[in-house]
């Protein structure tokens, strides 16, 4: 691949020329003129122009690389492509993959890569589109050439097959389900299997030199103790955070999903070799659930659990990071409606959640990985996706555009206090799921933006 292009000002940030985009779509353009003459209110006019194509203006490059197309995507600020990113900064694209060739061709070569990163190491999170070591090769780690990072995240596994299925729903298109595709799913299923640890630990270890005890993983690289579930158990959270007991309840909820999801594509393709050992994947990690996903609050009654230990200790919380528990609408994981999620939901969205924090600037859910005091836009976004109060989207639409600091974009987080002190000037994952918000407001609550 021919160098990464560079991109200047995120203080005050203008869309690039269609020559200097990372990856140039007419059909992209043309979709958000349309959008975009619906929305009246400049801010978020602005806004979601910048976001909804961030993506693929400054992070995805589509080449043909040994013959095959091949799409890499990196993060924005953080030159690797993570299996989870990736597929969430491409989400809002799947619809335009019917009428465009150039995005479904993308998002066929971003399966692809996801397929070959997976094959390389299906227990690291991000990957570089080189066979080199990098910045975490001193990591404790069966550290492989061309892994960035090598931090065993549940969803890193499930985020790409429901890509894949999205993909297929939308286009019918079977090209990226080929036989090395077919060899990461196996690959993926087997893997679940050892990590549920049914067996004994498995053969995952992390160990990293670090001043941050959630960097790392305790007891000599294995993580904390537990009891087998049935789950799948998790070492590091969707925020590379490791995880306080290892079977993350919404993790493991977005792979019961997904799973069910999946043999309805093996079926649709005629695939039968690996329905057995995946309905049986979903019957043991749905017992899981059942049996040890949910707890009793003595103030809002039945919740789910944010992670278990099988022992019989949990924790009560939700952090920003996607798979969480305030997205499991969002994920397709339930309706909005359901009693547990709105009893979760009335939990984390209070001072309960010891990540929830609140401020001048307004109110969200942050993250261990940025402190106290810190709200994650991306939380704000999913709370708005998930709700069917108005009153309740417009406040977390006020608060979004705020915190972007008129700068034009979004970013990781901000300072309850402070909208100008933000991390991550350019964090596309943030961008995708604000301007995929935007696109669906305008379409399905027609005239609710102009209220802002």
């Known amino acids: 691949m021919s160098q990464l292009k560079s991109f200047g000002d ?71 492509m993570w299996l989870r990113d990736s597929t969430a900064q491409v989400w809002h694209y799947l619809p335009l993959a019917k009428k465009s060739k150039d995005i479904e061709k993308l998002l066929i070569g971003l399966i692809g890569n996801q397929v070959r990163c997976i094959l390389l190491d299906p227990y690291a999170n991000a990957f570089y589109d080189e066979e080199k070591l990098g910045y975490h090769a001193s990591d404790k780690t069966a550290m492989l050439a061309g892994v960035h990072e090598r931090k065993w995240e549940l969803d890193s596994l499930i985020y790409p097959i429901a890509l894949a299925i999205e993909l297929w729903n939308i286009t019918k298109d079977s090209e990226a389900f080929d036989a090395t595709w077919l060899g990461s799913i196996a690959l993926i299923i087997s893997t679940l299997k050892i990590q549920q640890r049914l067996n004994g630990h498995g053969p995952y270890f992390f160990d990293r030199e670090t001043s941050n005890p959630i960097d790392t993983l305790s007891n000599n690289g294995n993580g904390p103790a537990y009891k087998p579930t049935g789950m799948v158990a998790s070492s590091f959270r969707a925020s590379d955070d490791a995880c306080m007991y290892p079977f993350n309840i919404p993790e493991n909820l977005f792979a019961l999903k997904t799973l069910k999801s999946l043999i309805v594509l093996f079926n649709e393709l005629q695939i039968t070799s690996l329905i057995e050992p995946t309905l049986e994947l979903i019957e043991e ?76 600037v307004g109110s969200g859910i942050g993250s261990p990985h940025t402190g106290d005091g810190t709200i994650w836009p991306i939380s704000l976004i999913i709370q708005a996706s998930t709700s069917n109060n108005d009153q309740e989207i417009l406040d977390c639409l006020r608060v979004l555009i705020k915190s972007s600091a008129g700068t034009g974009l979004l ?22 799921l604000f301007g995929g918000l935007i696109a669906r407001l305008v379409n399905e609550r027609p005239g609710l933006l102009d209220q802002i």
């Open 10 to 80: 995120f203080q005050n940030w203008v869309r690039p020329s269609a020559a200097n985009r990372a990856f140039y779509s007419p059909e992209l353009d043309a979709y958000l003129d349309e959008i975009s003459q619906l929305i009246s209110n400049p801010e978020i006019r602005r806004l979601f122009i910048n976001t909804f194509a961030n993506t693929l203006d400054t992070t995805a490059y589509n080449y043909i690389r040994e013959g095959k197309n091949h799409t890499y995507i990196i993060t924005g600020d953080i030159e690797a």
């Open 285 to 360: 990690i749905s017992s899981g659930l059942d049996i040890y996903g949910l707890i009793d609050h003595p103030v809002f009654g039945e919740i789910y659990a944010y992670e278990v230990d099988g022992l019989g200790n949990y924790v009560c919380m939700d952090d920003a990071n996607v798979p969480n528990l305030l997205s499991l609408p969002f994920l397709g994981v339930c309706a909005v409606s359901d009693e547990t999620y709105q009893a979760t939901r009335g939990y984390i969205l209070s001072p309960d959640n010891p990540y929830y924090f609140s401020g001048s």
């Open 411 to 432: 970013h990781e987080s901000f300072n309850v206090d402070d909208a100008t002190d933000y991390t991550r000037p350019w964090f596309a994952w943030c961008n995708s």
